[in-house]
């Protein structure tokens, strides 16, 4: 491990909030992601600092029969199997399958796509969509497990997401993402240029972490290359001079990123929004690392980052993440001020989540970098 400043206090954070919050975290997305980030630091420390954490997390799980009826509540299978594997738990595996189960069996409301919301209470309300957020909630885990089994009809299916995702949700215009697409209405929506941060966050996050359990030679990897340069690109002229991006990302209304050339996207109609700068900054520092994008993208991911991590606060409880907005659906009325006004807090789950995915990337771009610079002195 490095002793880059930046990344100890990301560190630090993890630290401190794990040891202030309960392990009996709720069976849903956010803590999903949060105890997934804990288990990818401690592939990077090579450690199992936060392991303890996680097996109680489960232990809970394992004697309280969780729900597992849409996107959101699938994801705790990126906790439960990641503990699996490092302790080979009964328990954990069981929970893993409960999951596998609704990922192959769920009925299918577009192509090979599933009812975000599922059929949970909240599902039978909602309007039936696929939304951005299952892109990291439902594509990533099916990824993770199917590379470690050598499962190829489950690899095909998550590889199969996010072209699908596209087709629907992918502006073709300039690049960015909308958040959901209804069934019925067969529109996405919001249905005005109306792009959420945090939703093409979780598109530039989730899409290296496909990659890199996708071999060479996949029929759908060049696709999903494509669609994640196709993101990066019309993300990074939206970057604030401050390193952040916005909760809604204004742009030019033009046919392609290249002609924003000359033209400064609107800031400060929303507010600046720490989730989707971490998630963004992820992907880009990712996306470099492997080579898929450019210098430029490393760039702006560190900057991204350390803009984050300098915003931590000290507090009598440890260090605290504040600038998260909180849970986000897409409203079925005024969408645009649904964003603009949802309310912001410290230490939401996925927000830490999305930093600790943003520190592991910088610290491995930043070994990759120093590894580079040593062979090229030999």
């Given at each position: 491990?490095?002793?880059?400043?930046?990344?100890?206090?990301?560190?630090?954070?993890?630290?401190?909030?794990?040891?202030?919050?309960?392990?009996?975290?709720?069976?849903?997305?956010g803590?999903?992601?949060?105890?997934?980030?804990?288990?990818?630091?401690?592939?990077?420390?090579?450690?199992?600092?936060?392991?303890?954490?996680?097996?109680?997390?489960?232990?809970?799980?394992?004697?309280?029969?969780?729900?597992?009826?849409?996107?959101?509540?699938?994801?705790?299978?990126?906790?439960?199997?990641?503990?699996?594997?490092?302790?080979?738990?009964?328990?954990?595996?069981?929970?893993?399958?409960?999951?596998?189960?609704?990922?192959?069996?769920?009925?299918?409301?577009?192509?090979?796509?599933?009812?975000?919301?599922?059929?949970?209470?909240?599902?039978r309300i909602y309007p039936k969509s696929i939304w951005v957020d299952s892109i990291m909630m439902f594509g990533v885990f099916p990824a993770l497990y199917a590379s470690d089994t050598g499962d190829s009809d489950l690899l095909d299916f998550a590889a199969r997401q996010p072209g699908l995702y596209s087709g629907y949700m992918q502006d073709p215009a300039g690049g960015l993402w909308y958040h959901s697409y209804w069934i019925k209405a067969r529109t996405h929506y919001p249905r005005r240029n109306i792009f959420w941060g945090r939703g093409n966050g979780w598109v530039a996050c989730a899409l290296p972490l496909l990659l890199d359990r996708l071999p060479e030679g996949h029929p759908h990897r060049e696709g999903?290359?494509?669609?994640?340069?196709?993101?990066?690109?019309?993300?990074?002229?939206?970057?604030?001079?401050?390193?952040?991006?916005?909760?809604?990302?204004?742009?030019?209304?033009?046919?392609?990123?290249?002609?924003?050339?000359?033209?400064?996207?609107?800031?400060?109609?929303?507010?600046?929004e720490a989730s989707a700068t971490a998630l963004i900054a992820s992907g880009f520092m990712h996306g470099a690392r492997q080579g898929w994008l450019g210098p430029e993208f490393a760039a702006a991911g560190m900057k991204a980052f350390r803009a984050v991590v300098d915003t931590l606060e000290d507090t009598p409880q440890g260090l605290s993440l504040p600038g998260i907005s909180a849970p986000t659906i897409p409203l079925p009325v005024f969408p645009l001020a649904g964003y603009r006004f949802i309310p912001r807090g410290h230490d939401w789950s996925y927000g830490v989540a999305a930093l600790i995915f943003a520190a592991i990337n910088y610290e491995k771009l930043n070994s990759h970098a120093s590894a580079a610079s040593g062979s090229s002195q030999h």
């Open positions: 491990m490095s002793g880059d400043k930046y990344f100890v206090r990301v560190m630090k954070l993890a630290d401190d909030l794990t040891a202030r919050i309960a392990p009996r975290m709720k069976w849903m997305w803590e999903a992601l949060l105890g997934f980030a804990l288990a990818e630091l401690d592939g990077q420390l090579g450690e199992d600092r936060y392991l303890p954490f996680l097996e109680s997390y489960c232990t809970y799980w394992k004697a309280h029969a969780p729900r597992v009826d849409q996107a959101d509540t699938s994801a705790p299978a990126l906790i439960t199997w990641s503990v699996y594997r490092r302790t080979g738990d009964e328990g954990c595996r069981q929970l893993t399958e409960r999951v596998l189960d609704y990922i192959r069996n769920e009925p299918r409301v577009l192509d090979d796509a599933v009812n975000h919301l599922g059929n949970s209470p909240e599902g999903i290359l494509r669609i994640f340069r196709t993101t990066a690109t019309a993300l990074l002229p939206l970057q604030r001079d401050d390193g952040f991006f916005d909760t809604v990302l204004e742009r030019v209304h033009a046919a392609s990123p290249a002609a924003l050339r000359g033209r400064r996207p609107r800031f400060g109609a929303n507010y600046r």
